[in-house]
């Protein structure tokens, strides 16, 4: 059965900084593309970032790119999203999601077939 | 970015009805080399993370009922239960992996009329 664990959220300033951790069980981690989405209280999905199952390729969204830093330790079977110059908009739940990685001429292609429970990200002072 | 847009924003069916929820596109996301549409359909009950349904606009995910159907092609697609289940109340998402950044729709509440 797969499994996805989320932990690391809480309360944070903006400005300050905070890491997410995933930890993963069920399947062979290091075959499968990752990712993280996000879901602001009350609003819909949004997608933050990816990396593939080596980890040598990464993929953000604008409104994070230079922020955050997704990885991920595939002897550990945990993912990891490393998040900095918070603001009050990055406000979330973020959810770690397995992902299902089709490639053809056109690049990657990710959609999310298992997501964990969720980890809440407060951005207040 | 391509923009998702679903349509209605909520709905309310009786039991044992048709629900039909759409999703438009901003921009096909039909690649033409493979012939596949790269979208996708999610569930989120209240309380819960989303769970896939639909994969490639018509690809039933494994152990999902199959009153769950998916059609449509290039821009607009539709998300299909034939027959509304109690347990089908849920926020319904589509989501395009034709280029990133990967686009959710706003979501589609379904309720029990």
């Known amino acids: 059965e797969v499994q996805l664990l989320e932990s690391g959220g809480g309360l944070v300033q903006p400005g300050g900084s905070l890491r997410l951790s995933c930890a993963a069980s069920?399947?062979?981690?290091?075959?499968?593309?990752m990712s993280w989405v996000r879901q602001a209280p009350g609003k819909g999905l949004e997608w933050v970032s990816g990396i593939s199952g080596s980890g040598g390729d990464t993929y953000y969204a604008d409104y994070v790119k230079g922020r955050f830093t997704i990885s991920r330790d595939n002897s550990k079977n945990t993912l990891y999203l490393q998040m900095s110059s918070l603001r009050a908009e990055d406000t979330a739940i973020y959810y770690c999601?397995?992902?299902?990685?089709?490639?053809?001429?056109?690049?990657?292609?990710?959609?999310?077939?298992?997501w964990g429970q969720g980890n809440l990200v407060t951005v207040s002072s | 970015d391509i923009v998702m847009t679903q349509s209605p924003d909520s709905l309310a069916v009786s039991l044992g009805e048709r629900a039909t929820i759409n999703c438009k596109s901003s921009q096909s996301v039909l690649y033409s080399s493979n012939n596949k549409n790269h979208l996708a359909w999610y569930q989120q009950k209240p309380g819960q993370p989303p769970k896939l349904l639909i994969y490639w606009a018509s690809t039933r995910e494994s152990g999902v009922p199959d009153r769950f159907s998916g059609s449509g092609s290039g821009t607009d697609f539709t998300l299909t239960i034939s027959s509304l289940q109690a347990e089908d109340v849920a926020v319904y998402y589509c989501?395009?992996?034709?280029?990133?950044?990967?686009?959710f729709g706003q979501g589609t509440k379904l309720e029990i009329k």
């Open positions: 069920g399947f062979t981690f290091s075959n499968y593309a």
């Open positions: 999601a397995k992902t299902r990685n089709y490639f053809d001429s056109s690049g990657y292609h990710y959609f999310f077939d298992y």
């Open positions: 989501q395009q992996y034709y280029r990133t950044p990967y686009t």
